[in-house]
């Protein structure tokens, strides 16, 4: 495990040149620790907690993901909860076990299906598999029709992120917020936007290439409510981020427009295992 101090350098450094001291501190503190995940080393030298791409290595009597209708999905990645530095995140992921990402990226139906936390009947097509330890795996062929992406072996580091700038946890901690506070400062926004993201990502405030993807999935929990229903924000701050996949030229993997895949969960069900209630959006440039 290594620590990108440089990231969170550049982010107390952002802070604390473009806000004023008090509230510098005060958004410093909604900082959350993730483990941005990249490729590990060839020669071994980094410590592998999982791997994009290539084929899962599923139990015996674990049937593969399929999306009633339009068929299998795409195994996507899988992480080894025991080598994840998860002592240094705020979310109880397992001490131990797998978990496996499944996603119906379009290969049988060339993307005209898409999958959508405001669509109840699209869900089935992203899922999170947890294996517990000591269940004996064996690799999985792919079903007909789905090409695996390349394999990418996985590295872990611990890093700061930073809540997105329209956030409800920004509204909450801030509020009320007129035109002129000093984090619509245009300054701070552009010198913000200027420190690199993670990429792929476990744990922490996700990385959205559009908007929040909390209020996403809570419209979607709630039965989607206009966009202005109040309930919204107040339900996108019970869900937090379980696993960030970007697009990654190594994997081959392409989420339309250099975009990312999202699974989010509820901290109560990610203390009770229940990866079945874990949620699911995408964004695109």
Not at 57 to 84: K, M, Q, R, Y
Not at 204 to 210: K, L, R, Y
Request: hydrophobic share 40%; charged share 25%.
């Amino acid at each position: 495990m290594t620590q990108n101090t440089t990231a969170t350098d550049a982010l107390h450094a952002v802070a604390r040149e473009h806000l004023p001291a008090d509230v510098a501190e005060r958004w410093i503190g909604l900082l959350r620790p993730g483990l941005g995940l990249t490729k590990a080393a060839d020669e071994g030298t980094d410590v592998v907690v999982g791997r994009l791409g290539g084929l899962p290595e599923l139990p015996e009597n674990e049937e593969w993901p399929v999306w009633e209708g339009h068929g299998p999905l795409t195994f996507i990645a899988s992480l080894d909860c025991a080598a994840l530095p998860s002592a240094a995140l705020d979310i109880a992921l397992p001490e131990d076990g797998t978990l496996f990402f499944f996603y119906f990226d379009g290969q049988l139906d060339d993307g005209s299906a898409w999958v959508a936390p405001d669509e109840p009947d699209t869900w089935a097509g992203a899922r999170v598999l947890y294996v517990p330890a000591g269940v004996p795996l064996a690799e999985r062929p792919a079903p007909a029709g789905i090409r695996p992406y390349a394999e990418v072996r996985l590295a872990a580091r611990v890093e700061a992120t930073a809540p997105y700038p329209w956030h409800p946890v920004i509204y909450r901690e801030f509020a009320p917020m007129p035109d002129d506070h000093p984090l619509w400062d245009e300054d701070f926004q552009e010198a913000l936007w200027d420190v690199p993201g993670a990429g792929h990502l476990v744990g922490g405030h996700a990385d959205p290439v559009q908007d929040d993807v909390e209020s996403e999935v809570a419209r979607g929990a709630l039965g989607n409510p206009p966009n202005d229903d109040p309930r919204i924000g107040e339900e996108a701050l019970r869900w937090t981020l379980l696993a960030q996949i970007d697009s990654d030229d190594d994997a081959g993997m392409m989420w339309g427009d250099c975009g990312a895949l999202y699974w989010l969960i509820r901290p109560e069900d990610l203390a009770a295992r229940r990866f079945d209630r874990a949620m699911f959006t995408w964004q695109c440039s």
